[in-house]
């Protein structure tokens, strides 16, 4: 089965300082990765996917994601965080249904950005 | 740009009653979802429809029936409804029956089952 893990429940980090949230996977053959934001009483938005290609991948809101598969890992970084990046991020694997591809999400992680 | 539009945004309903959500894909998406996120939950897929054919079913309680019409929107109902109901109600919609794994969420439906 498909499916990734978001070990950290919440990150807290300063304004202005480099922002890691972890993601790990464990998937049968080649992983297609996505990250996802949920701001308060919002919908999912779309941030970065990694399909096939580098493993470094550049998304929205200057956010960007490494994928290394020795450590299975698909970890979202910024090098400069901001007050309104606050939100809950899902990190997210697509598989193959019988009809139609899915998304299996983690429990996401809670981003607090400290002024 | 157009986006994917749910109603009613809020639903507060008794147990044992119906409620309906409706949801509008973003045009010439081929793909419609529907996905349920509890409290602190992390969303869980319920259904889909490609080009207004169910084509996979996920968690959803046999209570819940979802269709989608020849104009795209998609319905959700939900019969008999149990306090554990209460939860943001996600659509969404994608190109591709969703093998780009980019979907496009609507803001949610809350419903509260008093």
């Known amino acids: 089965a498909q499916s990734v893990a978001q070990p950290e429940d919440q990150v807290n980090v300063a304004e202005g300082n480099p922002l890691t949230v972890k993601c790990t996977y464990s998937?049968?053959?080649?992983?297609?990765l996505f990250w996802y934001v949920q701001y308060p009483n919002r919908g999912l938005q779309f941030l970065l996917k990694?399909?096939?290609?580098?493993?470094l991948v550049k998304g929205s809101y200057g956010f960007e994601a490494e994928f290394n598969k020795s450590q299975t890992s698909f970890h979202l970084k910024k090098p400069s965080a901001l007050v309104s990046d606050s939100a809950l991020y899902f990190c997210a694997v697509v598989y193959s249904g019988a009809g139609s591809y899915q998304l299996t999400f983690g429990k996401g992680t809670k981003l607090s950005v400290i002024p | 740009a157009a986006g994917v539009i749910q109603s009613p945004r809020h639903l507060i309903k008794e147990k044992r009653e119906t409620a309906t959500l409706k949801c509008y894909p973003i045009?010439?998406?081929?793909?419609v979802y529907w996905y349920q996120q509890g409290p602190g939950q992390d969303p869980q897929f319920l259904i889909s429809?490609?080009?207004?054919?169910?084509?996979d079913k996920g968690s959803i309680p046999d209570r819940f029936s979802a269709q989608q019409f020849s104009d795209y929107h998609s319905e959700l109902n939900m019969s008999s409804l149990e306090l554990g109901d209460s939860a943001l109600y996600f659509c969404a919609s994608s190109m591709d029956r969703g093998g780009t794994g980019e979907l496009f969420f609507g803001e949610g439906s809350r419903l509260t089952v008093l």
């Open positions: 045009p010439r998406h081929d793909t």
């Open positions: 998937v049968s053959g080649n992983p297609y």
């Open positions: 429809f490609y080009e207004k054919m169910q084509s």
């Open positions: 990694y399909i096939t290609g580098d493993n």
